[in-house]
């Protein structure tokens, strides 16, 4: 055994369907720099790590509204947020919500801002380090 001999095994990897992956949740503000991040499982849908990745914030304040796709389209998260947080979660609905609408087209006009967020992302994905685990 060599002196570089490393455990193959890490933090936040987790069991998938195809293997073992991480998942990165971060939070970006309208500039599009990291204000919040959070690494986990991969097998934990976004829901769930919301609040989580909220909590891990780098700055003292807590946003007052977040922008998400349509994973994050989950009612009683938005009635948790805005109770507990104060916080508005914006996300389009999915195409089989059985549900009624809770939001119109006026409430997702700042989704069309989440570009910025998009080009985080992918400028996090060029370091194959963070983005794939080898």
């Given amino acids: 055994?060599?002196?570089l001999h490393r455990q193959k095994r890490g933090l936040a990897v987790g069991k998938t369907k195809r293997g073992k992956g991480t998942k990165i949740m971060a939070i970006a503000d309208a500039a599009g720099?990291?204000?919040?991040a959070c690494?986990?499982?991969a097998s934990p849908h976004e829901v769930k790590l919301?609040?989580?990745t909220i909590?891990?914030?780098?700055?003292?304040n807590a946003p007052d509204k977040i922008i998400g796709d349509k994973a994050y389209d989950s009612d009683p998260l938005d009635q948790k947020l805005m109770k507990d947080r104060?916080?508005?979660m914006i996300a389009p609905h999915r195409a089989g919500r059985k549900k009624p609408k809770t939001q119109d087209g006026i409430k997702l006009r700042p989704y069309r801002r989440r570009r910025k967020v998009e080009r985080f992302f992918a400028w996090l994905q060029n370091f194959r380090r963070v983005a794939v685990r080898y």
Avoid: H, L, N, R
Avoid at 33 to 36: E, N, S, W, Y
Avoid at 55 to 60: K, L, N, V, Y
């Fill in 1 to 3: 055994m060599g002196a």
């Fill in 55 to 60: 909590d891990s914030s780098f700055t003292p």
């Fill in 50 to 52: 919301v609040e989580k």
């Fill in 39 to 41: 690494v986990e499982s």
């Fill in 86 to 88: 104060c916080i508005e």
């Fill in 33 to 36: 720099f990291p204000v919040a």
